[in-house]
T-cell receptor, first 119, second 116 residues
Framework: DSGVTQTPKHLITATGQRVTLRCSPR?????VYWYQQSLDQGLQFLIQ???????AKGNILERFSAQQFPDLHSELNLSSLELGDSALYFCASSATLGRVAGGPSDTQYFGPGTRLTVL | TQLLEQSPQFLSIQEGENLTVYCNSS?????LQWYRQEPGEGPVLLVTVVTGGEVKKLKRLTFQFGDARKDSSLHITAAQPGDTGLYLC????????????????FGQGTILTVHP
């Protein structure tokens, strides 16, 4: 158990719909990262928040947005869903911003993921 | 284009055999991580290497970071069925300014199957 929790575990929805994925980081971790894992693209970084502020962005679609709340939990909102959005979505957390590579506090701990199926 | 090319993509071996997984890039990384992922679970960190030429050992697993910090390898000695899983390399890219951000760039992964 990494200490990172994600809900829901599974989500099945229809095209055009909007969903919200939730992540609670490990106690004390200030950074939250969102990743998408699909068979063809592998694990892709989406976005990073640190202490409530967006700090790094990957190839996140405009239909996707995220935020980190004062209690440090984060939500990833996916809207106008398409079939191709079906994937595993992982949240990870680390103690630091992650700019100092290799230190134990930079380690990203991954949650169990949310499997999104768009029909 | 994958920034981190991982090979082989699939590996099926017998218990007791040795194997090596490679992770290569034309870009420089400030650190390289190796993760293992089981079905239905998130990746779990095995090791982080940060210094060019660094070698780390974790029981039967040996990890190496290339001198130029562009490549890494994972070697497993005497593989066991319990080693079966998806192995992922990931790294923090060094940007033009020489700093590294929190985002991890992942390789495509190697699916290892060890048969009893």
């Amino acid at each position: 158990d990494s200490g990172v929790t994600q809900t829901p575990k599974h989500l099945i929805t229809a095209t055009g719909q909007r969903v919200t994925l939730r992540c609670s980081p490990r106690s004390g971790d200030l950074s939250v990262y969102w990743y998408q894992q699909s068979l063809d693209q592998g694990l892709q970084f989406l976005i990073q928040y640190y202490n409530g502020e967006e700090r790094a962005k990957g190839n996140i679609l405009e239909r996707f947005s995220a935020q980190q709340f004062p209690d440090l939990h984060s939500e990833l909102n996916l809207s106008s869903l398409e079939l191709g959005d079906s994937a595993l979505y992982f949240c990870a957390s680390s103690a630091t911003l992650g700019r100092v590579a290799g230190g134990p506090s930079d380690t990203q701990y991954f949650g169990p993921g949310t499997r999104l199926t768009v029909l | 284009t994958q920034l981190l090319e991982q090979s082989p993509q699939f590996l099926s071996i017998q218990e007791g055999e040795n194997l090596t997984v490679y992770c290569n890039s034309s870009s420089v990384f400030s650190s390289l991580q190796w993760y293992r992922q089981e079905p239905g679970e998130g990746p779990v960190l095995l090791v982080t290497v940060v210094t060019g030429g660094e070698v780390k050992k974790l029981k039967r697993l040996t990890f190496q970071f290339g001198d130029a910090r562009k490549d890494s390898s994972l070697h497993i000695t005497a593989a066991q069925p319990g080693d079966t899983g998806l192995y992922l390399c990931a790294g923090h890219l060094v940007n033009a300014g020489g700093t590294s951000y929190g985002k991890l760039t992942f390789g495509q992964g190697t699916i290892l199957t060890v048969h009893p």
